[in-house]
């Protein structure tokens, strides 16, 4: 690879590495959202049948969710997310 080239696939792994995505359906019953990946950046997200369940708690511009269980059952320390709007 010539230099420059070597350089810039190491910038968009650095950028690109730590960042999640996933895109599908989500369902909202109370205070909780089931999201059912279909497209991901992960493969295993995207098993047929794979669904996460976060308990969600919206304060302001501030968003938090928090894992509650998934396809696999009770999830006991569940990933915390906190999201803030900006505008």
Known sequence: CPEGVDRGMQQVRALYAPMIG??????????????????????????????????????GNTLTLTQRRNVRGPVEKGSVWTLTRVE
């Open 22 to 59: 996933n895109a599908g359906a989500y369902e909202i019953s109370g205070t909780q959202v089931t999201i059912r990946p279909v497209v991901a950046k992960i493969p295993v997200v995207m098993k047929p049948g794979a669904y996460e369940v976060y308990e969600f708690k919206i304060e």
